[in-house]
């Protein structure tokens, strides 16, 4: 072996040679060569001088004319050389190519390259290199190369690259190529010679920072969890493996095991205790993956936590991550700046935290998952989002559940839907064979056949139970008085309470009665009376609303809010400036419950809605919110005569099925709200910013303060085409600039649709002409709004404001002529 190895060099020389004096003998001495280096063992017995002769050939060998270049010989030079130098002529000669060498012929021996598995003869050769210390220069190189072998070709080719280099496919050949190179080592290891991983671990890094996690890892993965399940030797390859994956790259590595391994349990076993080795890796683990990102699915969730879980070694991490994220849910500012999805997110890390604590971590933690839970469930039930107000009571009831399991435990009252359920079942923990989808038809009839005894004797037990509640009944009959004989109750009539006539008479019932009968009788029929009784309603309009606003249930009567808030209304439209006066001046007073002032901004919307629809037969219409339209004016004698004409042909070319009488054109009514537009808005807009003794719109009160500025955006739009509109526009706008920069996201939504509303309502002239300076500021806070803010909504809405903006300035723009 040693003197045919030593037999190269001359042939090496000979063939560089006859290639660059272009001799006839070309081909002669490239077979030459070739048997050489066959003889020798192939390109591993080649020594330095050797692989830089054998360079020297290569790069002749692109710079040749077509014709000095043996056909079949030339290219199986490249094939049977030095991987690395051949892979790197070849990109050298495909991205630059000299005159006689076309890129397709590059681009044909890179295909036949990849087909014949010279990859991982490539990477075990830059293995081999490594652990004899060799350039660290040309390792990185050939790293760029091997990693960005369809980039390159690709940039080159322009779309004509053959299959084989598409990521899809390049990718997944090089996680098979990883794989024999990692056999070849756990053979060497076996063998009790020296070998090092680290190239294998650089390219496996630098593959996934480029995004290309699923192609390698749907191969490496699959692969190395059967061969790590019963073999230390594979076990401790693939720990070497990924530990030797440089930290600029672990992140991508970390997340794209967690992501494409199925269960906790195999997630351990490739990665060992690399968390409590790797300060990247736990940085990732403990903090990136659980605090800073809030993509990941909840089987994610469960896989990183489970392997936090399984070893001793890495479950002080475990109780240190609970501990991080409970401070995270407990912090006030976080609940106010944090979107909800990621709110849920650490939600569902804490329920998979605590469902693998274990009762001596729940003793030594036990106050201070106390104190956590106090001060979270706090944050979240004073948030305006009901989403975020469930995930507390979740929350703090499965910490109270875990830490009190003798005691009572908090219980709240809210809809239980399947994210609840699903949150909720996060809290039992999975054991590790649960995970695999399915099992095979053996373990199913023996789990089957175990569970049957189970059915068939609590079967026994129903059946034997039977006989003595049999008995108990036959008891219990005897004992009955069977000698007394019910009433005929059959003709009899529920007597019904008449209800009063007249107003007054109701206002004495609502205040001073004490028959229930009546008064509930009075409730159910005070809106219809009000709104018959228009004059004698206000003549006591706003004794009526006072008594209203401050009426309570004295009986269960069913719908007892929507009666009240209907009669409401109809005193409100009925008489709209003093009872809108005597709202809005409530709103702000003493001695008045938060509910209270709610129902002020329900009932002032509601008729506003009403007083802004038009009327059809003395009846207002209830049939949704419909957005103002522009009224046309009566046609000319003319334009009737040629309707008509259309409207015959249309009928008599129109088929029919049934006939009934046509629809008549809707009657057009003046807008009541326009008149009185400024009663019901100027007063709630003014003193926003006073606290009161027991009301601070601007402090701890802000849900009343999100009401209210929906409110503002519901009342600006209805007043569209009103004289007050621009006055309106113009304190709404001053109105939404001092509070743009509310921490509550229900506020930051109500601002948003205040600027949709004034931008929908204000005529488009009087915006530019009145407001200028205030718009390009407006527009430049929508933009920050549409970059920065972390509420989704508010986002969508300020992307649709600078979207109405836009529109405003097209249609102003003069149309060129």
């Known amino acids: ?134 350039s660290p220069e040309l390792q990185e190189a050939l790293l760029n190369k091997v990693v960005c072998l369809p980039d390159h070709v690709s940039n080159k080719l322009q779309g004509k690259n053959p299959p084989v280099f598409f990521p899809q496919n390049y990718f997944p050949l090089l996680g098979g190529a990883i794989i024999q190179v990692l056999q070849k080592i756990s053979d060497s ?49 693939c720990w070497r493996l ?81 501990q991080e994220l409970l401070e995270t849910w407990g912090s006030s500012s976080a609940v106010k700046h944090s979107p909800p999805e990621q709110q849920q997110y650490i939600s569902k890390a804490i329920l998979i935290c605590l469902s693998h604590l274990k009762e001596p971590e729940i003793e030594s933690c036990r106050q201070e998952l106390l104190t956590s839970m106090m001060e979270g469930v706090k944050c979240h039930l004073d948030s305006s989002l009901p989403q975020i107000r469930r995930l507390g009571m979740i929350v703090a009831e499965s910490i109270s559940s875990k830490i009190n399991t003798d005691g009572p435990v908090l219980k709240f009252q809210y809809e239980e839907d399947d994210e609840a359920r699903e949150l909720k079942s996060l809290l039992v923990q999975t054991p590790p064979f649960c995970i695999v989808p399915s099992l095979p038809d053996d373990d199913r009839n023996e789990k089957a056949d175990a569970a049957l005894p189970l059915v068939l004797e609590s079967d026994k037990k129903s059946h034997t139970a039977a006989p003595v509640t049999r008995q108990e009944e036959s008891d219990a009959e005897l004992d009955s008085d069977d000698d007394l004989i019910p009433y005929d109750m059959s003709e009899d009539r529920e007597l019904k309470t008449k209800a009063p006539v007249y107003i007054r008479d109701c206002i004495e019932v609502l205040t001073g009665s004490e028959d229930m009968d009546k008064w509930e009788a009075t409730v159910k029929a005070l809106e219809s009376l009000v709104r018959k009784n228009l004059a004698a309603t206000r003549e006591v309009s706003v004794e009526l609303a006072k008594i209203l606003l401050h009426l309570e249930e004295k009986t269960c009567i069913e719908g007892f809010v929507e009666l009240r808030q209907r009669a409401q209304v109809a005193v409100l439209t009925t008489d709209p400036i003093p009872v809108a006066k005597y709202l809005t001046s409530q709103f702000y007073s003493l001695n008045y419950s938060l509910r209270q002032r709610m129902d002020i901004l329900d009932v002032l919307v509601l008729a506003a809605r009403e007083l802004s629809y038009p009327k059809s037969h003395g009846k207002t219409k209830h049939s949704g919110v419909q957005k103002p339209c522009i009224q046309l004016l009566p046609g000319s004698d003319s334009s009737k005569g040629w309707r008509k004409i259309v409207d015959e042909r249309i009928k008599s070319k129109t088929r029919r099925f049934a006939t009934g009488p046509s629809q008549g054109e809707l009657a057009s009514s ?148």
């Open 1 to 134: 072996m040693a003197a045919a190895a030593a037999g190269l060099e001359p042939a090496l020389r000979e063939a560089v040679a006859a290639l660059e004096w272009g001799a006839a003998g070309a081909a002669e001495a490239l077979g030459a060569l070739r048997a050489a280096l066959a003889a020798a063992g192939g390109s591993a017995a080649l020594g330095e001088r050797e692989r830089t002769l054998f360079g020297a050939l290569l790069r002749s060998l692109a710079r040749a004319p077509r014709a000095a270049r043996p056909e079949g010989e030339w290219q199986r030079c490249f094939l049977e050389g030095p991987p690395g130098l051949g892979l790197c002529v070849l990109l050298e000669a495909l991205t630059s190519p000299g005159p006689s060498f076309h890129p397709s012929e590059a681009a044909e021996v890179l295909e036949q390259f990849l087909q014949e598995g010279r990859l991982s003869a490539l990477l075990w050769d830059a293995c081999q290199q490594q652990a004899q210390a060799g």
């Open 670 to 817: 003046p807008n009541e709200f326009s008149s009185v537009a400024g009663h019901f808005f100027f007063p709630l807009i003014q003193h926003f910013d006073r606290p009161l003794t027991t009301f601070d719109l601007l402090g701890e009160d802000h849900f009343v303060l999100g009401r209210l500025v929906h409110t503002l955006a519901v009342l600006m739009y209805l007043a569209v085409n009103t004289v007050a509109v621009t006055a309106m526009g113009k304190a709404l706008l001053e109105f939404v600039w001092a509070l743009r920069f509310h921490t509550d996201s229900y506020v930051r939504q109500g601002l948003l649709s205040c600027i949709s509303s004034l931008l929908l309502s204000v005529p488009a002239q009087h915006l530019l002409e009145d407001m200028t300076e205030e718009l390009l500021e407006t527009q430049s806070w929508l933009g920050d709004v549409v970059e920065k803010d972390p509420d989704g909504d508010c986002r969508r809405l300020a992307l649709q404001n600078l979207l109405l903006m836009e529109n405003l300035k097209k249609k102003l723009e003069p149309v060129p002529s």
């Open 189 to 237: 290891l076996r063998g009790g010679l020296d070998c090092s991983i680290s190239f294998v671990s650089h390219v496996l890094g630098k593959v996934c920072v480029h995004g290309r996690q699923k192609e390698i890892l749907g191969v490496l993965v699959p692969r190395l969890m059967g061969l790590t399940k019963s073999d230390c030797i594979w076990q401790r390859i």
């Open 242 to 322: 990924v530990e030797c994956v440089p930290d600029r790259w672990m992140e991508a590595v970390v997340l794209g095991f967690v992501q494409r391994t199925p269960g906790a349990d195999v997630l351990s076993r490739l990665l060992g205790n690399l968390v409590v080795k790797n300060k990247k890796a736990q940085f990732v683990v403990t903090q990136k993956l659980l605090l800073l990102q809030y993509c990941h699915t909840t089987a994610v969730l469960q896989n990183l936590l489970g392997y936090l879980a399984l070893d001793g070694l890495r479950r002080p991490l475990l109780i240190k991550v609970l």
